[in-house]
């Protein structure tokens, strides 16, 4: 057998050698995903009447026509298209449409606050759990295992009553109800993903834990946990309006959706079109969150092969 | 770029001299290798059993040689590669790295271990990070060791161009975008980009097909001439083996049975399982073909191995004595740095067969 060096140019010599004057550019992977959001309708139009709800409640003081919090006793529970009321008013006399754009404002609070939060605290700790894996793992995810056991709305309940009503303890309680579950798709998707060559390989290059996680672990498992929270959103909005509605989150005269739906309910006999409208925008708005979760699930599957 | 140029000098990580121990100090002494891994059970997570699956292992790697190390599945060779790495750590051993002993406080650490020695694994595409382009892949390592991001990627696309990618071309790219041998390629330009002295190549080029496994092998050696490297080659195909490697290590269950250079190994094998792993390589000859099994049965399992000379359960000249003593490495007669653990070497052991090293092929007729 000859020992002899071969010319091992490139596999394709050939073909090196015409495409070598052009430095080749390979599409980033953010990249790929936006040209594969691009060509998914049903996110995009998710993603459009998304941006009109989030506009028009950022924009609630110049769109609404009128104070969402007087209302005339004379005009009360005017119907959907009544004239000067596009909506209609509510049981105290308040018109509905401003009530719904500035409603828009605490429920999407309510709705994105408490994720993103939660997204970072339970993003470290599942990322740490799943990467360390042993003791540290073992604390981490028995404390998860201990708030598991409640249902989340009981869970949400039982902390916003502790802490008692308004905003800021509405967005404590969700927050803490949502560590668990991004704490648990961190750690498994981690655990994956530690185990690979590449991760073996990076640690026998020299570098340490922290820097393992930062550039090897973090871009591989970022997506698949960005995707969940996206679809704990909805749930975080339905949840809120859940804690208005029983009188735990914030509390009237304030305009948020889900207490706009709790006051109106008596006169779901009178107006039954004018008591759902706000649940109507929850609805559509968590649907919403839904399709893009859906769509980024799919979108961010790009040759992974892991 | 080659290790002599004062600017490849330049891009050193560590300014301590290369060549410590001199010629003649071997680069590697591994002293009685152990790992046995616990199995846990139940609740209260006792500990069983043992996987044994590195029992004693003691190994001497020359400077600038290719030590290759077979034997069947399970029996040890990739954890093997990952206790020399230590990427898993040895419950037992020494080891003794150009002269210098590992050991966190008054030796070599760890750290400065993986400096000299890097590792390719067998599986190309798991082994790249899908997130990053391959010449950032290169690049991290040099980065991890204190080398600024410019000079690391400008490393990165020479290392490219030695493993015979067009930098202009691959730099930028994903890995899903090469195919496996072009992954390989990255895979060893990664592994040098610490400008280690030494590669474990952990069954590098198993997964790849015939043809480019030629080539991966004809880039390695040739690198190796380049870059005066030391190669561990851990592989359990016999050819490939022999094509490459300058000495033999054979493992059977956790241990070595067998060492010597290839043509030792090769033409006077003296330990049975040598014997039988020989034996059982296919023949190109349609006139020689193999009718019968050299050996038959499974690997025993490594967590209750057999007592005393592990291959004994399927020796075909297992005697009494092979159950109670374990059979010592020692040197045999016909040449230097041939050893064999097998009791039939040692005229005064007392096996029936002593210094006459029977043959599997003997009894075969």
């Given amino acids: ?306 | 770029m080659t290790r002599n140029d004062p600017s490849a000098r330049a891009l050193r990580i560590s300014d301590m001299p290369r060549d410590r121990g001199g010629p003649a100090q071997p680069m590697l002494i591994l002293k009685d290798y152990k790992k046995h891994f616990p199995i846990r059970k139940g609740v209260l997570n006792r500990t069983v059993g043992h996987v044994q699956a590195v029992d004693g292992v003691s190994l001497t790697v020359m400077k600038g040689e290719i030590l290759g190390v077979v034997g069947e599945s399970g029996c040890g060779k990739s954890t093997l590669s990952r206790l020399i790495m230590h990427l898993i750590e040895p419950d037992s051993g020494e080891m003794i790295f150009d002269g210098d002993p590992l050991s966190e406080h008054t030796g070599l650490t760890v750290q400065a271990l993986r400096r000299n020695m890097q590792m390719v694994f067998q599986d190309s595409f798991s082994s790249l990070n899908p997130r990053m382009t391959i010449e950032d892949a290169i690049a991290f390592a040099p980065m991890m060791n204190g080398v600024g991001r410019d000079e690391a990627l400008a490393r990165s696309r020479g290392l490219l161009d030695q493993v015979g990618l067009a930098a202009a071309m691959f730099a930028r790219r994903y890995p899903h975008e090469l195919s496996g041998g072009q992954r390989q390629r990255v895979n060893i330009a990664r592994a040098l980009a610490v400008e280690p002295r030494m590669v474990i190549l952990d069954e590098a080029v198993s997964a790849l097909d015939k043809s480019v496994e030629a080539q991966v092998l004809q880039l390695l050696i040739e690198l190796q001439e380049r870059f005066d490297l030391t190669y561990i080659f851990v592989s359990h195909d016999l050819n490939v083996v022999r094509y490459i490697s300058d000495r033999i290590a054979v493992m059977y269950l956790g241990r070595v049975v067998e060492t010597g250079s290839v043509d030792q190994i090769w033409d006077n094998a003296r330990h049975p399982y040598t014997q039988a792993l020989l034996a059982s390589i296919p023949s190109l000859d349609p006139d020689r073909r193999t009718t019968a099994a050299p050996i038959s049965g499974d690997p025993p399992n490594p967590i209750d191995p057999p007592s005393g000379c592990r291959f004994r359960t399927r020796c075909p000249f297992a005697e009494t004595l092979c159950a109670t003593t374990a059979p010592e490495v020692q040197p045999v007669q016909d040449g230097a740095g041939h050893t064999v653990a097998c009791h039939m070497e040692n005229p005064a052991s007392g096996h029936s067969r002593a210094g006459t090293g029977a043959r599997l092929k003997e009894i075969a007729q």
Avoid at chain 1, 189 to 197: A, E, K, M, N, P
Avoid at chain 1, 201 to 218: D, E, I, K, N, W
């Fill in chain 1, 1 to 306: 057998m000859n020992r002899s060096v071969k010319d091992t140019a490139s596999e394709f010599p050939a073909v090196a050698g015409r495409l070598n004057a052009v430095p080749s550019q390979s599409p980033g992977y953010w990249t790929l995903v936006r040209k594969r959001l691009m060509r998914d309708p049903v996110t995009l139009i998710a993603a459009a009447v998304l941006v009109l709800i989030v506009l028009s409640a950022i924009f609630a003081p110049l769109l609404a026509p009128y104070d969402p919090f007087m209302g005339k006793i004379t005009q009360r529970m005017k119907p959907v298209g009544f004239a000067g009321h596009l909506l209609g008013t509510d049981e105290t006399g308040r018109d509905m449409l401003s009530r719904l754009l500035y409603g828009g404002r605490l429920s999407l609070t309510s709705g994105i606050v408490p994720v993103a939060i939660a997204l970072a605290v339970g993003g470290f700790l599942g990322i740490s759990a799943g990467f360390f894996g042993g003791p540290v793992n073992s604390v981490i995810m028995r404390v998860t295992d201990i708030f598991y056991a409640f249902p989340s709305i009981l869970l949400a309940i039982a902390i916003c009553g502790m802490l008692g009503t308004g905003l800021f303890n509405t967005l404590v309680s969700l927050t803490l109800v949502f560590i668990p579950p991004i704490i648990r798709i961190s750690e498994s998707v981690t655990t994956q993903v530690r185990s690979l060559d590449f991760v073996e390989a990076a640690r026998a290059s020299g570098a340490r834990p922290f820097a393992l996680m930062r550039y090897q672990v973090l871009p591989n498992v970022l997506a698949p946990i960005l995707v969940y929270a996206t679809s704990l959103v909805s749930l975080a909005i339905i949840l809120a309006a859940g804690l208005s509605f029983l009188g735990l989150g914030v509390s009237a005269p304030a305009a948020e959706w889900g207490l706009m739906l709790n006051s109106l309910r008596q006169m779901i006999y009178i107006d039954p079109l004018l008591a759902a409208l706000p649940g109507v925008l929850i609805f559509l708005t968590s649907m919403c969150f839904n399709l893009i979760s859906d769509g980024l699930r799919s979108a961010m599957d790009v040759r992974l092969k892991l």
